[in-house]
Nanobody
Framework: QVQLVESGGGLVQAGGSLRLSCAAS????????MGWFRQAPGKEREFVAG????????YYSDSTKGRFTISRDNAKNTVYLQMNSPKPEYTAVYYC???????????????????WGQGTQVTVSS
């Protein structure tokens, strides 16, 4: 069982930066692959970034590659999403999610993730 709590959302100007955090509790965090997703009003939830259990491999969507960086600190049970030069179209609720299966596989679909946080709102102003 993993409980996830996101923080760090808010209002940011386009071209600025913002770092989201996801604090996890539960014994299986360090063995779970982690993902960040976002959902804008009227749109489906989409994959933003993901990392394996060790943080040794990271994955990004085409729209966030080069702008976002995902990292994790298993000693602190926390995963981060550094957002650099965000665009107004990145405005959405951002969720972190954890798998319960193998930590080597990072799904880009939302269905395989078993645990989800409550989300944090990110608003990018132009």
């Amino acid at each position: 069982q993993v409980q996830l709590v996101e923080s760090g959302g808010g209002l940011v100007q386009a071209g600025g930066s913002l770092r989201l955090s996801c604090a996890a509790s539960g014994r299986t965090f360090s063995s779970s692959a982690m993902g960040w997703f976002r959902q804008a009003p009227g749109k489906e939830r989409e994959f933003v970034a993901g990392t394996t259990w060790s943080g040794g491999a990271t994955y990004y969507s085409d729209s966030t590659k080069g702008r976002f960086t995902i990292s994790r600190d298993n000693a602190k049970n926390t995963v981060y999403l550094q957002m650099n030069s965000p665009k107004p179209e990145y405005t959405a609720v951002y969720y972190c999610a954890a798998t319960s299966g193998t930590g080597w596989y990072v799904p880009k679909a939302s269905t395989p993730y078993e645990y989800w946080g409550q989300g944090t709102q990110v608003t990018v102003s132009s």
